[in-house]
């Protein structure tokens, strides 16, 4: 995917990225981490954030309101790409923190769904059930894989 996006840095295991989100509320350091959710089969967790500057956490429910939303988000599909370069294709799982931000995710996986679909697997899950995403359909999580 050619989205623009923020230059990134992986930490040594490619399992923490950092970049620096650049708007009208300054610079903000955002993180993305990718742990396992589940052993078997492997499911690798996606958690993004803003971090806080005195205390170096991470907080996936603060608004900064940079007004660089997709750019954001792109950078973080940017991490997924480079994780699965990374480690393989190991399903990833994403759900927001809170249903506004899982619904910007689907909203943001529709718009770009044909692009992303070209190399990309995603499924949605809703009804206790996952199944291919589509688009108008809400979903309370996503999981993506490489084709």
């Keep these: 995917m050619n989205l623009d996006h923020y230059p990134y840095a992986p930490s040594k295991n490619f399992k923490n990225y950092y970049f620096y989100s650049e708007g009208p509320n300054g610079r903000i350091k955002k993180t993305v ?16 954030g803003d971090e806080d500057p005195k205390t170096g956490m991470i907080s996936d429910t603060v608004k900064s309101n940079n007004h660089d939303r997709d750019k954001v988000l792109a950078t973080v599909a940017s991490t997924v790409i480079d ?50 995403f589509q688009r108008n359909v809400n979903y309370e999580a996503f999981l993506v894989e490489k084709k």
Excluded: C, K
């Design 33 to 48: 981490i990718y742990s396992i959710l589940w052993d078997d089969p492997l499911v690798y967790n996606l958690a993004f």
């Design 83 to 132: 994780f699965m370069s990374t480690y393989g294709n190991i399903p990833i799982y994403a759900q927001g923190s809170t249903l506004s931000r899982t619904r910007l995710y689907q909203l943001s996986i529709a718009h770009l769904l044909d692009e992303i679909n070209e190399g990309f697997t995603v499924r949605g899950f809703r009804n206790n059930n996952w199944e291919l």
